[in-house]
Structures are given as structure tokens and as C-alpha cells.
């Protein structure tokens, strides 16, 4: 096993001295803890002392068996997993084993590696199992910040800096790749802002002709144009004394980016077809899943508008990073949709949450719930199951960087680790260049140029 695991701690139940000194040596150099018993009895004494994350017990074993041992565990200890051990190798021992309560079969004589990743197999089992149950336990706590949920460190950098930029009023850049909830994250600061009483008014920009645009945020008069048969405030003026957040930022048109310039600068709007500015009174939040240094640097963006809106820049962390939050999110949509669904599926079945965990989730938030309500929605039990999955999630294995193995052959140049590399981490950050040259410490000119001549 080539990770360690310091905090493991395993029980070996074995009426043999010398294999209990044994599996323990090993285990010690591995970094796992352990303890050995010589009998049945005394391996439940020491469950009742001590917490262990996995049991590894012999079947032949005087007075009461290993089988027997398992049996007993599986009832009163569940959650702890037992790894049988047994020089009988047969299916029918294996099957006994198994039906016993047994979480994986070992044979004498037994192969210390294979025993090391039956163990950290168990332990994470026994691990993820724990966080899974402390989940379900606080699943109904509000969120720290607001309506959003988590406890990664990734999450709790971000409620502290939120904490700061809601008293604030300077103009807020909100990135992140699509479904990480930006949204959400602007109506957070909005709520907590001194301004959460008022109106909280967002558009998307990139939905929007340049013309439509226009006269949805600075209004129009009547007659301005064909349809403009009554006048209308846009929503800067919709907005006043609130927030207003500009969604897909990075979509927006360069001509209709110089009169928001103009409109920012002098907090105020002429309507489409006036001549009158009106001045208006809100805070501008903005958000884009676009890398917008990058875009300023191809001449798709505005460089002054990038300035002046990102006078705060938030950069939300994509599902991936946020270790168990999958589950707790996965937890809270569950919940939602057996209500509206009106179905009693009140938790995940084994191996779902692995699953969960293991998926890259490259439409983040949004492509968790929306597994989850089809999972609602098919299940034909009071649990998810693995078969509720889409296929894409219940067969998924991570990607590794693969650079080559010892024959000569398979060897590559610098150059083309370079590029792997390089394409590794840009797919690990959904693309972001300037986020990827800060991760490669390279410039972000130098990205874009190498990226320019791989084409």
C-alpha cells in the first residue's frame, strides 16, 4: 500500500502468536495501527474498550469461530467492517464468510500487499461510512452563510471573505464555472448587505440581444422604437436602493459595454429614445464563467470595464474541490425532491456515496441535482441505489496523467510533458488560463501563446 494511513487502527483476532506479531510488524511499517487478540472473547472485550476501524479475524479459531465472531459483530457493531482470514480458500468459505456479515475474504498463506489494500479498502469504507452518518445527522443545519451549503475549507475561505464583501459596497466580480452558483452567492451578499431589504434584480446577459439589452436595463420611452408602445423603467432604476447582478458578464456585447461603462461611472441611465439621464442608486454585482483577463487580452472585453467591475474579485471553487460537500448537497436535494416528489427515499444505498465522491461533476451544483431529482424520481426503493445513477456517473474512473513507464519506448520529450501537463491542469481548473498560470507559475501570456501554437 503506498499511501499510509496514521489513523487507522485495525484489531487482528488470531489464536496464532506469531501471524498476529506478524501482520502488526507490517502494518506498523505501512503506518497503520494496530492491536491483536488471541481469542474470540477477548477481540470483544477490546471492541468495547477501543474504537477500530476494521476487524481482521482467522476462521479456525478455538471456542467460538471467526464466522461465528463476524456474525456476532455484524449485529452489534455494523459499522465496523470484519476482513476474514482462512487457509481453506474455497468459494463455500468465502460465501459463508460473506453471508456471515464478512466485508471482504482473505487466504492463507497471506500476501502482505494484497492484505494492505483489502485493509485501506475497509478502513475508507469504514470512514466514508462515518462521514456519511454524520451527514444525515446535521443535513437540516442552516448554511453558514445564507442559503449555501458546505464545510470544506474551500467553502469556509469563502464565507469569510463573503462576511467582508457584504459590508462592503465595492463592485464584486463573482467567477466560477458554470453551475458552481454564483447566483446564489449574489443573493447572499445582497441579503447580508445593508441593502437587504430592498430589491434584488438579475439579468443575463448573454440571453439578450444588444437591443433588447439596452432597454432592459436602462429602460425606454414611448415610441423609442417599433413595439415601444408605453414607457418603461429598466432595471437599474427597477433595482434602486438594491443590488443588481449582470449574469454572463463575459457575453455581453462591446458596444453595449462602453454605455454600461458610461452608466457605472456616472450612476446614472438615459433610457433608450431620451435624452435625460436619471441617476439611480444600486450596487453592481457581477458574474461570469469566462475567463475575462483572457478575454481582455484577446480584445473580446473591455479593459476598463474589467477594472471597474472587479474591484472584488470572488472565485467560487468548483464541486470537485470540495471533498464531502457532494454529499451534504446530495443530502439537502434528496430531501427536497421525496417532498415534492412525494416519495419516502430517505437516504443513499452503499457504494453511492463513493460513487458521488469519485465524479469529477463537471456542471458542479447544477448536474448534482439534477442527478439526484432523476434518481428521486426512479427509485424504486427507500434508498438511491448505484442503478440510479446514469451510467456515465456509476462507471466513472478518474483520468491520471499518464507521462510513460520504464521502456524506452514509451518514453516522451519534455516538450510533449509539458504540454500534457499543462492541458492536465487547465482541464483540472475548467479552463481558466489565469487561473491555471497561477497553479503553473507561469505568466498568463505565456499560456495563451503556447496554448496559441498547440492550436
Known amino acids: 500500500m503506498n499511501r499510509t494511513m496514521p489513523n487507522a487502527n485495525v484489531l487482528i483476532v488470531d489464536d496464532e502468536r506469531n501471524m498476529c506479531e506478524l501482520i502488526e510488524t507490517d502494518l506498523r511499517l505501512r503506518g497503520i495501527n494496530s492491536r491483536w487478540c488471541l481469542s474470540a472473547a477477548e477481540a470483544v472485550e477490546a471492541l468495547h474498550e477501543e474504537n477500530f476501524d476494521v476487524v481482521l479475524t482467522d476462521v479456525k479459531m478455538p471456542g467460538t469461530t471467526g464466522l461465528q465472531l463476524c456474525q456476532q459483530f455484524s449485529e452489534t457493531r455494523p459499522d465496523v467492517p470484519v476482513i476474514v482470514m482462512t487457509a481453506f480458500g474455497t468459494l463455500e468459505t468465502a460465501i459463508t464468510a ?28 469504514r470512514q466514508l461510512s462515518e462521514q456519511v452518518r454524520l451527514l444525515n445527522a446535521s443535513s437540516d443545519e442552516v448554511g453558514a452563510f445564507g442559503e449555501m451549503i458546505g464545510k470544506s475549507p474551500a467553502m469556509a475561505q469563502l464565507y469569510e471573505q463573503l462576511q467582508r464583501v457584504a459590508q462592503s459596497e465595492a463592485a464584486v466580480l463573482i467567477c466560477g464555472e458554470s453551475g458552481t452558483g454564483k447566483e446564489l452567492v449574489a443573493r447572499s451578499i445582497h441579503a447580508n448587505s445593508r441593502r437587504g431589504e430592498k430589491p434584488f434584480v ?13 432597454s432592459e436595463l436602462f429602460g425606454h420611452v414611448k415610441g423609442a422604437f417599433t413595439d415601444a408602445r408605453s414607457e418603461r ?18 457575453e455581453m456585447p462591446m458596444p453595449m459595454q462602453v454605455k454600461l461603462l458610461r452608466a457605472l461611472e456616472e450612476r446614472s441611465v438615459r433610457p433608450v429614445g431620451s435624452d435625460k439621464d ?10 461570469t464563467n469566462r475567463d475575462l483577463e483572457t478575454s481582455v487580452a484577446e480584445g473580446r472585453f473591455r479593459e476598463d470595464l474589467f477594472y471597474r467591475i472587479n474591484v472584488i474579485g470572488i472565485q467560487l471553487p468548483p464541486l470537485r474541490a470540495r471533498g464531502t460537500d457532494t454529499l451534504r448537497l446530495a443530502e439537502h436535494f434528496l430531501k427536497q425532491f421525496a417532498r415534492s416528489e412525494r416519495k419516502s427515499v430517505d437516504g443513499f444505498a452503499e457504494g453511492v456515496a463513493e460513487k458521488l465522491l469519485g465524479y469529477s461533476w463537471p456542471g458542479n451544483i447544477r448536474e448534482l441535482r439534477n442527478v439526484i431529482e432523476r434518481a428521486v424520481a426512479l427509485t424504486r426503493y427507500d434508498k438511491i441505489t448505484i442503478e440510479d445513477l446514469p451510467e ?16 524506452p519506448s514509451e518514453l516522451v520529450p519534455m516538450e510533449e510533458v509539458e504540454r500534457r501537463y499543462i492541458n492536465h491542469v487547465l482541464e ?14 507561469l505568466d498568463r501570456k505565456t499560456i495563451y501563446r503556447k496554448l496559441k501554437q498547440e492550436g
Not at 99 to 124: H, N, S, V
Not at 202 to 214: D, H, K, P
Open 98 to 125: 460473506m453471508r456471515a456479515g464478512a466485508y471482504d475474504f482473505i487466504t492463507k498463506p497471506i500476501e502482505m500487499d494484497l492484505l494492505a489494500i483489502t485493509l485501506r479498502r475497509a478502513i475508507e469504507h
Open 278 to 287: 436619471i441617476p439611480f442608486d444600486v450596487r453592481v454585482l457581477t458574474a
Open 233 to 250: 423603467r429598466g432595471l437599474f432604476l427597477e433595482a434602486d436602493g438594491g443590488t443588481l447582478l449582470l449574469d454572463e458578464m463575459g
Open 392 to 407: 456515465k456517473i456509476s462507471n466513472f474512473s478518474a483520468t491520471t496523467l499518464f507521462i510513460g513507464g520504464l521502456d
Open 202 to 214: 438579475a439579468v443575463n446577459c448573454g440571453a439578450l440581444s444588444e437591443t433588447l439589452l439596452e
Open 428 to 441: 483540472a481548473v475548467g479552463g481558466n488560463q489565469t487561473q491555471a498560470a497561477r497553479i503553473l507559475g
